[in-house]
């Protein structure tokens, strides 16, 4: 009898259940785990008081990134909460002997950067982290997904969780991306068309030309964006290019480990027969820059479309045209020359050097427009060493732009870089809800590329006319 075929998802997902229970979730083993300083401090309190330990501590890895400030982050940090959280992190890691970087330490940064720059993220591991943007790991050919605080607890204390299996999905984009093009063009465009909840249930592997060309940085940006459309994650299959990112790094296998590794690597692709529970296609000549109108990243659109009208939406009329008065916009305008207030780049999905390097071939030899306020932020000070090594950095001040220090920055208001009530915001970040970047922020979802372009005319503008 022959072997059954089998996804990717499948062959990395079997060889991690410890148990499985019948009728109900497996018991999953965890490779790694992510822990930062908001959802981990309760996981801790909770070990204290059953008086039970990290099981095995060299597989979790603690970074600041949250709430930390992105400026003169060597004076204390003025907000209690955050304060008091930092101070958490650091102690808890100390006394389980967990690794720790915090603030002002070389390798700190933003939990989803940090972990594949250093070689912690490889393939075929399971990533866990209390973020749901954990999916960002899968871009490795890892399954990763974001978790609760109590699940945090049981991964610390026993390296296992409870999980029911999902379903797979399978989304090919096919073909050659035209010029301004870029990652976050295409997550936002199949977010688009499968809408914020057209994956929920699924694990989703990515496949087909676009994906096999794209970098390492490209691929965690899609993976990031999984989440989403519903996704509990995203992955790509490891290749070349994944091999070619991780050899040398610090955390990477060395010499004949790396070896073994590459022949096991090898065989994590989904089989020629296997198949999926749902499968989407797209072309790639269909993508064009996005950029979003609404409140939720499902609502966005081709740079130089219309906002559509709400017409053919029965009962989500009221829930549409709700979404565009906060956002004080109308049905069939065009997104273009609308005035922009504030830019953001930086997040766990575009705070990547290739994002910065993306950022700067636009505003090389420009100034920045003058009511614009920009933050650049770094996903970490490996990427801000880059910035300044390969002259971004000179680039950048040459055009009226200043470069913050690494953190979680103005993707969540949960730090000080937070956009003004009533102020719109290009950002390079993952979600447009209300309030997401501050009370009421209107937020404007788009690529490096877009939000360069705005951060130099002012309004919002097609990249492709400034290249």
Same mark, same amino acid.
């Given at each position: *009898? ?151 607890? *049981? ?32 997550? @936002?465009?199949?977010? =688009? /068309? @499968? ?39 995203? *992955? ?31 065989? $994590? ?13 797209? %072309? ?5 820059? *996005? ?20 017409? %053919? ?66 996903? =970490?000070?490996?990427?801000?060493? /880059? ?15 200043? $470069? ?64």
């Amino acid at each position: *009898m022959s072997k059954q075929a089998s996804t990717l998802f499948d062959k990395v997902w079997d060889a991690h259940v410890v148990r499985q229970i019948q009728d109900g979730p497996d018991v999953f083993f965890i490779d790694r785990h992510f822990i930062h300083e908001v959802t981990s401090p309760v996981a801790f309190l909770g070990l204290k008081n059953r008086n039970v330990g990290v099981m095995y501590p060299e597989r979790t890895f603690a970074t600041a990134d949250h709430n930390t400030p992105t400026i003169n982050q060597h004076l204390p940090v003025q907000d209690p909460l955050s304060a008091n959280q930092l101070k958490a992190l650091e102690e808890n890691s100390a006394k389980h002997g967990i690794s720790h970087w915090g603030l002002g330490h070389a390798q700190n940064g933003i939990v989803h950067v940090v972990g594949p720059e250093n070689g912690i993220t490889l393939p075929g591991m399971t990533i866990v982290c209390g973020d749901s943007h954990t999916s960002t790991h899968g871009a490795f050919g890892a399954i990763a997904f974001g978790i609760g605080t109590s699940e945090v607890e *049981m991964v610390l204390s026993s390296q296992c969780i409870m999980q029911p299996k999902p379903k797979k999905m399978r989304v090919n984009v096919n073909g050659i991306l035209g010029k301004g093009v870029t990652a976050k063009d295409v997550t @936002l465009y199949i977010i =688009s /068309q @499968l809408t914020t909840a057209g994956a929920t249930g699924y694990f989703v592997e990515y496949a087909g030309d676009v994906f096999e060309n794209m970098s390492m940085e490209g691929r965690m940006t899609v993976c990031n964006m999984s989440i989403e459309m519903g996704a509990r994650g995203g *992955m790509i299959a490891p290749d070349q290019t994944t091999f070619d990112y991780i050899e040398g790094r610090e955390y990477a296998p060395k010499g004949e480990k790396w070896d073994e590794a590459l022949a096991y690597w090898k065989t $994590l692709k989904t089989d020629a027969d296997a198949t999926f529970d749902k499968e989407y296609t797209f %072309n790639a000549a269909d993508i064009e820059p *996005m950029i979003t109108f609404g409140t939720n990243p499902g609502m966005g659109q081709g740079i130089t479309n219309q906002i559509p009208s709400g017409e %053919n939406l029965g009962s989500g009329k009221a829930t549409y045209e709700k979404s565009l008065n906060y956002m004080g916009f109308h049905e069939n305008e065009s997104m273009l020359g609308k005035r922009i207030d504030y830019v953001f780049i930086g997040s766990c999905t575009n705070g990547r050097i290739e994002d910065f390097r993306a950022f700067a071939s636009i505003v090389k030899g420009r100034k920045k427009a003058e009511h614009v306020t920009a933050w650049i932020v770094p996903g =970490s000070h490996v990427v801000e060493a /880059q910035i300044k090594e390969e002259g971004i950095l000179d680039i950048l001040t040459e055009a009226g732009f200043s $470069l913050r220090q690494p953190g979680c920055s103005a993707c969540l208001a949960m730090n000080d870089d937070k956009i003004p009530a009533g102020k719109y915001a290009v950002s390079t970040s993952n979600r447009n809800f209300e309030g997401r970047q501050g009370p009421g922020a209107r937020t404007l979802l788009a690529s490096p590329l877009v939000a360069a372009a705005a951060a130099v005319t002012g309004v919002v503008t097609d990249p492709r006319e400034l290249m």
